[in-house]
């Protein structure tokens, strides 16, 4: 899988965040984008995802040397932000299932629910959830989804040392083949990185 980002421009009212960005990224990589607050570190995280659009450029995905679509692109990313929204009216299996529905899992979903140390709560609503409970179920959607990429912004936000350790291992064991990309300036969330870029100084 290659993603390009070639000749970007994106703008928010007066303030040009980017301007004639390039950028590529092959799997397997990992790489931390870094920059100060307010860089566009999670509106790049964004566009790369085609969440968002640049104002001007491309962001182009190819896999065996053929262009995606943006169905095909889809189904080869999977996303997690501290803004994603959970839906809490479900429990957790519910939620895992409906989730999966849409992309292909890497393990059954109670094997998920284990790995991410919330065997009791699978019967509970997600709106029950501690903010770190609901952190791991964001990061398991994303890390579990058998995707080629794994997009994630601040990845620790609300999680305590047990499950930042938890989030290190399960880069390690899972994202070896993908390409990841980290958002943060927090050493703990980028330090499975191999590799940095910087937004803007």
Do not use: W
């Not at 993603?3 to 007066?14: A, C, E, N, P, W």
């Not at 990589?29 to 509106?43: E, F, P, W």
């Not at 990429?149 to 040392?161: A, F, I, R, S």
Request: glycine share 4%; proline share 2%.
């Amino acid at each position: 899988m290659k993603i390009s980002l070639q000749h970007i421009k994106k703008r928010f009212g007066d303030e040009l965040l980017f301007d004639d960005l390039n950028v590529e990224f092959e799997s397997p990589s990992s790489t931390a984008l870094l920059g100060i607050n307010g860089s566009g570190k999670s509106t790049l995280l964004q566009m790369i995802a085609t969440y968002v659009m640049p104002d001007k450029g491309n962001v182009t995905y190819r896999k065996n040397n053929q262009t995606l679509n943006d169905e095909e692109v889809f189904r080869e990313v999977s996303f997690c932000s501290p803004y994603l929204e959970l839906i809490e009216e479900l429990s957790l299996t519910e939620f895992l299932h409906y989730h999966f529905s849409f992309k292909k899992k890497l393990l059954p979903i109670q094997e998920i629910i284990q790995r991410i140390g919330l065997h009791e709560a699978g019967d509970k609503r997600i709106e029950k959830f501690s903010s770190g409970m609901k952190q791991r179920v964001k990061l398991a959607q994303a890390i579990f989804a058998d995707t080629s990429v794994l997009l994630l912004d601040e990845p620790c936000t609300n999680l305590d040392q047990q499950g930042i350790d938890l989030y290190t291992q399960l880069i390690r064991d899972y994202s070896r083949d993908r390409i990841v990309i980290v958002a943060s300036n927090d050493e703990k969330e980028y330090k499975v990185c191999d590799s940095r870029f910087y937004v803007k100084s």
